[in-house]
């Protein structure tokens, strides 16, 4: 399904490890980006942009090992019929992923990624889509 927009919202660090230990802080914070990142969800669902899950195969005893509690969405999400979900193995999500096909399959030119301050991944991934020729619009998540 090709999407009007031509534009995607790149989910990273949206598997349960990496919201559990700020939970268990209960600042309130986790629950504040979370809504953020749930109401950004559903804007670009309103829009017509494709919103892409990744969901990180990390290796055997890793918080993001497959299969394990961590490893899975936070309860949070939920993929919908025009959604997508890809797994990925390196830093950078374009890396021997299918990332790229499913994007240009999908009449994709743009996308933004939304990712947790300071993750590796993010960076990594952003500069691999820059390689594989999208052009990054800035989304700002206000936490």
Not at 76 to 92: I, K, Y
Not at 94 to 101: D, K, N, R, V
Not at 108 to 113: D, F, G, R, T
């Amino acid at each position: 399904m090709s999407h009007p927009s031509g534009h995607a919202l790149l989910l990273l660090d949206v598997q349960r490890c990496h919201h559990e230990a700020s939970e268990a802080q209960g600042d309130g914070a986790s629950g504040r980006r979370l809504a953020s990142w749930r109401q950004a969800v559903g804007q670009a669902r309103q829009r017509g942009d494709l919103v892409v899950f990744l969901q990180r195969d990390g290796p055997a005893g890793s918080a993001t090992e497959p299969l394990t509690r961590g490893w899975t969405l936070h309860p949070d999400f939920r993929v919908e019929a025009d959604d997508a979900l890809l797994r990925f193995g390196a830093e950078d999500a374009f890396a021997g992923s299918s990332l790229t096909l499913e994007l240009r399959s999908r009449g994709v030119s743009s996308l933004s990624i939304l990712a947790l301050p300071g993750s590796p991944a993010a960076e990594a991934t952003r500069r691999g889509a820059e390689q594989a020729g999208f052009r990054i619009t800035a989304w700002q998540a206000p936490l």
